[in-house]
């Protein structure tokens, strides 16, 4: 009989529950023990929802206390060294690695594929032993069939995408570090296996990427070997985010089903089922509700495809799942009275994604033509969305009029900049934001609420802003910012101030760790309605004769970081934000604000995972962030900022924005992207990060003196600047200034070094 089936739920908990208990924790304010039954009891409330929402197939193994790629290295016990003196506290050791500590740096951060949740990266050295710690999947396991009565659906991180996302080895390394992961897989099978796990959900999502000959080759082998070694255990292999190239070769392999995404495909999968045929021993798993996006499905054009599917695959062989884990998307839609009633009945939340699956497993094991009256519901308030006014008004961007080229050259604007700032050697800076600390967060609500006045907001703001100001000072910094004490978050906050957007009320998702966004909603035409930054930014020029930097999200983060309307392009509605911020930076600079970040960290992000389809993202993203700041001065200085990808994939776009200065991640990632510009010339000005900003440790100077040594052994001196990885809004005020205070000597030190040589 065909069933539902859920690849994953969301963590955080409607009330973000579970992000208050992590940082409850460790702030010291609640015991581990209280943490763990914290934990246990979201997870379990998680797991009935499910159950009450009639679900067929609820994913057990999903649910982690920071991220699962992470669990996954623990579970294997891939520790790097500098943790190793702390691995009998597990608990310690799992935070040490993700948010760093006294034992050291933590492990790389990174984009989980082209979604903007991160990922923590395994780091495999000589060392590592390979072994099972805990079956932490299998105690899942136990733990929803003991308490809830649930015979869940073990999901676990397949061998293969563990492995590639990794670091530590080289490429000739791959083959042997997989034969070493496939018996503690077989193990874990096994054990779920033997304790009556029905279905064993391993996911594969970089079967969606380019992969080459050899890759595939390793993939089956590695897969004929877990099914001879555990034959009775039924395997099901999952993948999401795109289409599956190698398809007749994956759908041959021994195993009990395949899972494939059938909305972020383009059509391909179902293509290849048309033309090759899909196994009649094998079950299908179909992925029709976006885990990605919020908007109502459509349940008529699902019900099409299904019936089309069911021509070439048994009924009872197939599961109506969700495109990837729900993860990506926020809880519930119970608590957004403030979206307009003609939005909201477009949307659908996690909690209503459930129902879409039930709606749509209902109506096929009915054997009815007929439709429920919930199904005819659902479907009348999906048909009059589409005939919303703002889906039907679509405005088109065309590049008439509009400047995608600076007025001179790199080369020619650069001195003019030079005399204009006359900045000494290795300017400092920071990347945008300071601390958002508990009272400027508690008078934001109280404002929002209408408990506080807009001159007394303002007022507390301006008082943040003299206080950082005078902090910079202080530390001696170059270049200053106004610390963003206005923003809740820096796409949302452009989301409240541009026309097309609608911004939510509890619509958070997870986006690294604790850290909890809440992206806006692209509905209609973007445009631009008032000055968004002005006055706060002119207000700290007025503090200081130092030069105090805009900041601006750019056209391609704002899009990737917003559940975007899905009935125009990306590359349209990507267009429509960088004109309307054409007119923000214009104001800037009529303002006196010269210098200004336009910052960028998503444009790695939204790379396509297909190799062919990259360069036309790339090309469109590229031309988006020069519409944006074509038109200024040229002794306007135009900077970017990007951090927490693959930055060697997209070093020639990077180049091709033409900022005049970029700052990029590197701390995190232990600065192997220096080694990039060894074989990659960049004369712009540009700032690697010294100290890693999402963990709580002070970073030493000498630490970061090496790191500058280490640039400047393939960058020129002359365009490098000092600052941190990242913005500063989640770390305190003492360890900002601390923090600050350490680059400035370093950036001091290094300054002398190297005036000696």
């Known amino acids: 009989m065909l069933q539902t089936s859920n690849l994953g739920y969301p963590r955080i908990g409607q009330e973000r529950e579970w992000k208050r208990a992590l940082e409850s924790y460790w702030q010291g304010d609640i015991t581990e023990e209280i943490l763990n039954e914290k934990m246990k009891q979201i997870r379990l409330s998680h797991l009935q929802k ?71 990266v395994p780091e495999f050295e000589a060392s590592w032993t390979p072994q099972v710690k805990e079956n932490t999947i299998l105690k899942a396991y136990k733990e929803a069939k003991k308490e809830l009565g649930i015979d869940g659906k073990p999901v676990i991180l397949g061998p293969f995408t563990f492995l590639k996302l990794s670091k530590g080895y080289e490429p000739k390394e791959f083959s042997t570090l ?30 969606v990427t380019s992969l080459s000959q050899e890759d595939i080759n390793q993939f089956k082998e590695l897969y004929k070997k877990l099914t001879k070694a555990v034959p009775e255990a039924n395997i099901f292999l999952q993948t999401y985010f795109d289409s599956v190239d190698y398809y007749s070769e994956i759908v041959s392999l021994p195993v009990k089903g395949l899972g494939l995404d059938f909305k972020h495909d383009k059509g391909k999968n179902l293509q290849y089922i048309k033309e090759l045929g899909f196994p009649n021993d094998k079950i299908l798993g179909v992925g029709l509700i976006d885990g990605r996006n919020i908007w109502k499905a459509d349940l008529m054009k699902s019900v099409q495809l299904l019936e089309e599917l069911k021509g070439l695959v048994s009924s009872e062989r197939l599961l109506i799942q969700t495109s990837s884990s729900l993860l990506h998307v926020p809880v519930s839609l119970n608590q957004e009275v403030k979206l307009t009633k003609e939005l909201k009945d477009g949307l659908a939340f996690a909690d209503e994604k459930l129902v879409e699956l039930k709606l749509l497993g209902d109506h096929f094991r009915s054997g009815s033509k007929e439709y429920s009256q919930d199904f005819q519901n659902h479907q009348k308030q999906v048909e009059e969305f589409n005939q919303s006014p703002f889906r039907k008004d679509i405005e088109a961007q065309t590049l008439a009029g509009i400047k995608t080229e600076r007025e001179l050259s790199f080369e020619k604007r650069k001195g003019l900049q030079e005399k204009k700032w006359n900045l000494p050697f290795l300017p400092t800076t920071t990347i945008g934001s300071f601390p958002q600390t508990k009272d400027m967060r508690q008078a934001r609500t109280k404002w929002r609420k209408g408990e506080l006045d807009d001159l007394k907001y303002e007022s507390l703001i301006n008082e943040k802003i003299e206080k950082w100001i005078d902090i910079q000072e202080k530390v001696g910094l170059d270049v200053f910012v106004h610390g963003e004490f206005e923003r809740n978050d820096m796409v949302e906050y452009f989301g409240e101030k541009l026309e097309g957007f609608a911004v939510t009320k509890n619509g958070w998702v997870q986006s690294y760790g604790s850290r909890c966004v809440k992206p806006p909603v692209i509905y209609g035409n973007v445009n631009f309605d008032q000055p968004m930054t002005v006055k706060e930014t002119a207000y700290a020029q007025t503090l200081t004769k130092k030069p105090v930097k805009g900041m601006l999200t750019g056209p391609v983060t704002i899009l990737n970081w917003s559940f975007v309307r899905d009935d125009i392009s990306n590359k349209e509605v990507t267009r429509q934000i960088a004109k309307a ?36 993202y790339l090309s469109w993203a590229v031309e988006s962030f020069r519409i944006a700041t074509a038109h200024v001065l040229p002794t306007s200085q135009i900077h970017t900022h990007m951090c927490y990808c693959e930055f060697h994939d997209i070093i020639d776009s990077i180049n091709a924005l033409d900022a005049d200065v970029i700052s990029i991640e590197t701390s995190r990632s232990h600065g192997e992207l220096i080694q990039i510009f060894k074989t990659n010339v960049y004369e712009k000005g540009i700032g690697l990060g010294v100290y890693d900003i999402h963990s709580p440790r002070i970073p030493e100077i000498n630490d970061m003196v090496q790191v500058i040594e280490k640039a400047l052994e393939v960058l020129p001196a002359k365009s490098f600047w000092v600052n941190p990885d990242c913005g500063l809004k989640t770390r305190t005020e003492d360890q900002t200034i601390a923090a600050l205070e350490n680059m400035v000597e370093a950036t001091k030190k290094a300054r002398s070094l190297i005036s000696a040589k």
């Open 50 to 120: 499910q159950l009450d929402s009639g679900i067929d197939l609820i994913p057990v193994g999903d649910f982690s206390y920071y991220d699962h790629v992470l669990d996954t290295a623990m579970m294997f016990g891939v520790i790097p060294d500098r943790f190793k003196s702390k691995q009998n506290d597990t608990l310690e050791t799992f935070f040490s690695m993700a948010r760093g500590s006294e034992a050291g740096q933590a492990s790389e951060m990174t984009k989980w594929f082209d979604t903007n949740y991160h990922y923590i």
């Open 178 to 207: 997989l034969d070493k992961l496939t018996p503690l897989y077989e193990q874990i099978i096994k054990e779920l296996h033997d304790e009556g796990a029905s279905l064993i959900q391993l996911d594969e999502p970089s079967l």
């Open 581 to 616: 911020l054409v007119e923000e930076i214009e104001a800037l600079e009529n303002a006196g604000i010269e210098m200004i970040q336009v910052d960028e960290p998503a444009l790695r992000e939204g790379l396509p995972l297909k190799a062919e389809d990259q360069q036309e």
